[in-house]
């Protein structure tokens, strides 16, 4: 079992900038974070690897950052430059064994 706490949404005006975290209870090789905004679809956003390959999709590439410490378990995503569509429910993600996933984060960009 792996559990993993995020912690990091709220509101923002457009332009402005957050950060998310998500710490898991293990070490896991591929961690990531996943969005779903209200009607759609869950979509990927971003990827890391403990060894720090990173997928970003294109929606986001320029303006948001994934990280993570592995001392720590934790992964970070730094959204810059905020828009009305990023607002979401955003989900950490690992993948062990099986697809684990965080309880989710609000995030809302006002515009």
């Known amino acids: 079992q792996v559990q993993l706490v995020e912690s990091g949404g709220g509101l923002v005006q457009a332009g402005g900038s957050l950060r998310l975290s998500c710490a898991a209870s293990r070490s896991i090789f591929s961690m990531g974070w996943y969005r779903q905004a209200p009607g759609k679809q869950r979509e990927l956003v971003a990827r890391?690897?403990?060894?720090?390959?990173?997928y970003y999709a294109d929606s986001v590439k320029g303006r948001f950052t994934i990280s993570r410490d592995n001392a720590k378990n934790t992964v970070y995503l730094q959204m810059n430059s905020l828009k009305p569509e990023d607002t979401a429910v955003y989900y950490c993600n690992a993948d062990y064994l099986k697809a684990y996933w965080g309880q989710g984060t609000q995030v809302t960009v006002s515009s």
């Open positions: 890391i690897t403990s060894v720090g390959s990173t």
